[in-house]
């Protein structure tokens, strides 16, 4: 009989034997991959189309983002209010979103009305209207929202760290101006939702309680496409040349937006892996170094953050806050005392062990539920890398030393390389 009076003993949670449910996979008959997970405990789904349709596809500036934001605003037999309403009688959801790379479509829903509604998600990407009243509603208040948004110091520094690590020119450093949605014709959008949507290439990922007829579904809706895929848009990123930067956004503003970041690698770096567990460290979790000195010893932040940026190809790695004012060089000087102190000085093992153990309780919480552990797959699945990824991420966690994390800190934490930026 279990002894109730004795404690159960405590695991550290780098001591956990964390695991990835594989996903089924299967191709639906014009070569759309389709990764599946069947889990939980609720009859809820959750569907998302993954279409090479990012902005890095497009031609004009805005025009992978409009085009995706007007699929929801009708079709060639319905309204926007009749998409809609069809969407909200069943209880469902359906969002959409527009990346670098990739556009989705994601669809929340209760398992038993899939089959009720993916006929009208396959309007959505073959028959959308893009209609140029709706164009115009939308343009006109995605403009509002960017001058209410460039009033903001910590949006403008945003914009402007992207174009110093990659270039105006390139799809991660590219923003947007009154001009780029006034040069947008209803033409611009239709050609690239033909291209991109119509004829374009896209995966399905699938996750919860899944309906014994859901492959039978998604041949007939979307295996009929012409899933081409379209070569994407080739660019060099470049770098600006000066790597401090002060930009007055607000004269009366007392608070600044801080941003340093610098170039490198994807998830493809040999360095990566070391790297992520080295940014915890530095500024990742609540315990960082970073908010032990700005936030808590100086005050000088209500919190700070660092972490690796998720970009498919360039990619970088970034530090984020806001301060006061009058405090902020001395908050970047903070910043680089503790990449100093990470250069010089091997991590106590306490501390260590700490950031291990955050990291795996952390992931033990990502995998918590069906649409965690697609999410986890799909990261994977769309950054082209190799099965083992998941488990090497945990062995490197597991494994990594306080001589590793200090030559990964000599070689990448260099002042001198990353871009400093402030906008007040």
Same mark, same amino acid.
């Given at each position: 009989?279990?002894?109730?009076?004795?404690?159960?003993?405590?695991?550290?949670?780098?001591? +956990?034997?964390?695991?990835?449910?594989?996903?089924?996979?299967?191709? %639906?008959?014009?070569?759309?991959?389709?990764?599946?997970?069947?889990?939980?405990?609720?009859?809820?789904?959750?569907?998302?189309?993954?279409?090479?349709?990012? #902005?890095?596809?497009?031609?004009? #500036?805005?025009?992978?983002?409009?085009?995706?934001?007007?699929? *929801?605003?009708?079709?060639?037999?319905?309204?926007?209010?009749?998409?809609?309403?069809?969407?909200?009688?069943?209880?469902?959801?359906?969002?959409?979103?527009?990346?670098?790379?990739?556009?989705?479509?994601?669809? @929340?829903?209760?398992?038993?009305?899939t089959g009720k509604l993916l006929?009208?998600?396959?309007?959505?990407?073959?028959?959308?209207?893009?209609?140029?009243?709706?164009?115009?509603?939308?343009?006109?208040?995605?403009?509002?929202?960017?001058?209410?948004?460039?009033?903001?110091?910590?949006?403008?520094?945003?914009?402007?760290?992207?174009?110093?690590?990659?270039?105006?020119?390139?799809?991660?450093?590219?923003?947007?101006? @009154?001009?780029?949605?006034?040069?947008?014709?209803?033409?611009?959008?239709?050609?690239?939702?033909?291209?991109?949507?119509?004829?374009?290439?896209?995966?399905?990922?699938?996750?919860?309680?899944?309906?014994? &007829?859901?492959?039978?579904?998604?041949?007939?809706?979307?295996?009929?496409?012409?899933?081409?895929?379209?070569?994407?848009?080739?660019?060099?990123?470049?770098?600006?040349?000066?790597?401090?930067?002060?930009?007055?956004?607000?004269?009366?503003?007392?608070?600044?937006?801080?941003?340093?970041?610098?170039?490198?690698? #994807?998830?493809?770096?040999?360095?990566?892996?070391?790297?992520?567990? %080295?940014?915890?460290?530095?500024?990742? +979790?609540?315990?960082?170094?970073?908010?032990?000195?700005?936030?808590?010893? *100086?005050?000088?932040?209500?919190?700070? @953050?660092?972490?690796?940026?998720?970009?498919? *190809?360039?990619?970088?790695?970034?530090?984020?806050?806001?301060?006061?004012?009058?405090?902020?060089?001395?908050?970047?000087?903070?910043?680089?005392?503790?990449?100093?102190? %990470?250069?010089?000085?091997?991590?106590?093992?306490?501390?260590?062990? %700490?950031?291990?153990?955050?990291?795996?309780?952390?992931?033990?919480?990502d995998l918590d539920g069906p649409?965690?552990?697609?999410?986890?797959?799909?990261?994977?699945?769309?950054?082209?890398?190799?099965?083992?990824?998941?488990?090497?991420?945990?062995?490197?966690?597991?494994?990594?030393?306080?001589?590793?994390?200090?030559?990964?800190? &000599?070689?990448?934490?260099?002042?001198?390389?990353?871009?400093?930026?402030?906008?007040?």
């Amino acid at each position: 009989m279990l002894n109730r009076t004795i404690a159960p003993p405590i695991v550290d949670a780098v001591n +956990f034997n964390l695991q990835l449910q594989p996903y089924q996979k299967y191709v %639906l008959k014009n070569g759309v991959e389709v990764y599946a997970i069947d889990a939980g405990t609720e009859e809820v789904l959750q569907i998302e189309w993954v279409f090479d349709a990012g #902005n890095w596809f497009e031609e004009k #500036n805005l025009q992978a983002a409009v085009t995706n934001f007007l699929l *929801k605003n009708g079709t060639a037999t319905k309204t926007a209010f009749e998409i809609n309403e069809h969407f909200e009688y069943y209880g469902a959801h359906l969002g959409r979103n527009c990346g670098a790379e990739f556009a989705t479509v994601t669809l @929340h829903t209760l398992t038993k009305h899939t089959g009720k509604l993916l006929p009208v998600i396959r309007e959505l990407f073959s028959e959308a209207s893009l209609l140029q009243s709706e164009m115009d509603i939308a343009i006109q208040n995605m403009k509002q929202k960017l001058d209410v948004n460039l009033k903001k110091s910590s949006f403008v520094a945003g914009r402007l760290i992207d174009t110093y690590l990659f270039g105006e020119q390139h799809p991660y450093g590219r923003f947007s101006r @009154h001009q780029d949605f006034d040069a947008l014709t209803r033409e611009d959008l239709l050609n690239f939702y033909d291209q991109y949507y119509r004829t374009g290439a896209f995966k399905i990922f699938v996750a919860g309680k899944i309906p014994d &007829d859901l492959e039978v579904l998604l041949e007939e809706h979307f295996g009929d496409f012409a899933h081409i895929k379209k070569p994407g848009r080739q660019y060099i990123a470049q770098p600006a040349q000066e790597h401090k930067f002060h930009i007055l956004n607000d004269e009366k503003s007392s608070q600044s937006s801080i941003k340093l970041a610098r170039p490198f690698g #994807n998830r493809h770096h040999p360095d990566f892996l070391k790297a992520q567990v %080295l940014n915890i460290v530095l500024g990742g +979790f609540f315990g960082s170094r970073l908010m032990a000195n700005i936030r808590e010893d *100086k005050g000088y932040t209500y919190g700070i @953050h660092s972490y690796l940026m998720g970009n498919k *190809k360039e990619n970088g790695w970034m530090i984020s806050t806001e301060a006061g004012r009058g405090v902020s060089e001395a908050t970047i000087s903070e910043v680089y005392k503790e990449m100093d102190i %990470l250069r010089n000085e091997p991590i106590e093992d306490d501390e260590l062990m %700490l950031v291990k153990n955050f990291m795996m309780g952390s992931i033990l919480g990502d995998l918590d539920g069906p649409f965690q552990m697609i999410a986890r797959w799909k990261n994977i699945i769309l950054n082209d890398l190799d099965s083992d990824f998941f488990n090497r991420y945990i062995s490197n966690i597991k494994g990594i030393t306080a001589s590793e994390l200090q030559e990964t800190a &000599d070689k990448y934490l260099i002042p001198g390389d990353f871009y400093e930026l402030v906008v007040i």
